[in-house]
């Protein structure tokens, strides 16, 4: 963690319900569309044995969303909400975007009471031990710029582009 984190945030109430408006199968397939890319493959064997079937909930309190999938043996997959997942992690949304980033603890925000695990406790331990161990800065503007992306799938084409400034540049480096 480089910053001090921002002061805790909640999003307003009348946000909140308008997005619990929102049905959760596609908030949940967007989620698994961008784990699988950004996480899936980095994660070690002996993690994705243990998920393997396991039915995984992610709660954003305070936008009242939820999103559920499992691990199908190969990458995760959404599925209706569950009436009682394996794992179900809930925090604020302004925490979620904390960890994404890595500006933020998550044992910081558990022990703050922030961050909410229930359920199997060692599939939570587990979980959040493999995403302590990745190296990906998940919501780093620059790691997700057009040429960063082309530079890890098609460093071919990266060479070939003509100098582009970077998303940190055009809207400079905001904590």
Request: no cysteine.
């Given at each position: 963690?480089?910053?001090?984190?921002?002061?805790?945030?909640?999003?307003?109430?009348?946000?909140?319900?308008?997005?619990?408006?929102?049905?959760?199968?596609?908030?949940?397939?967007?989620?698994?569309?961008?784990?699988?890319?950004?996480?899936?493959?980095?994660?070690?064997?002996?993690?994705?044995?243990?998920?393997?079937?396991?039915?995984?909930?992610?709660?954003?309190?305070?936008?009242?969303?939820?999103?559920?999938?499992?691990?199908?043996?190969?990458?995760?997959?959404?599925?209706?909400?569950?009436?009682?997942?394996?794992?179900?992690?809930?925090a604020n949304a302004q925490d979620f975007l904390l960890l994404?980033?890595?500006?933020?603890?998550?044992?910081?925000l558990f022990f703050n009471r922030r961050l909410v695990m229930?359920?199997?406790?060692?599939?939570?331990?587990?979980?959040?031990?493999?995403?302590?161990?990745?190296?990906?800065?998940?919501?780093?503007?620059?790691?997700w710029s057009p040429r960063a992306v082309l530079q890890r799938?098609?460093?071919?084409?990266?060479?070939?582009?003509?100098?582009?400034?970077?998303?940190?540049?055009?809207?400079?480096?905001?904590?």
């Open positions: 963690m480089t910053a001090t984190p921002p002061a805790p945030f909640t999003l307003p109430a009348p946000v909140g319900a308008v997005l619990a408006r929102l049905p959760a199968y596609p908030g949940s397939l967007l989620l698994v569309t961008a784990i699988n890319l950004a996480l899936a493959k980095q994660l070690p064997d002996d993690v994705k044995a243990l998920l393997h079937g396991k039915r995984i909930s992610i709660r954003v309190r305070d936008a009242r969303l939820g999103f559920d999938f499992t691990w199908n043996g190969q990458r995760f997959a959404p599925s209706q909400p569950y009436a009682e997942a394996d794992l179900t992690i809930s994404a980033q890595r500006r933020q603890d998550p044992d910081t229930e359920g199997d406790t060692e599939l939570g331990l587990v979980v959040k031990n493999a995403l302590d161990a990745l190296e990906l800065p998940v919501l780093d503007p620059s790691h799938k098609a460093p071919h084409l990266a060479r070939q582009l003509p100098a582009l400034p970077s998303l940190s540049t055009l809207f400079g480096n905001r904590p």
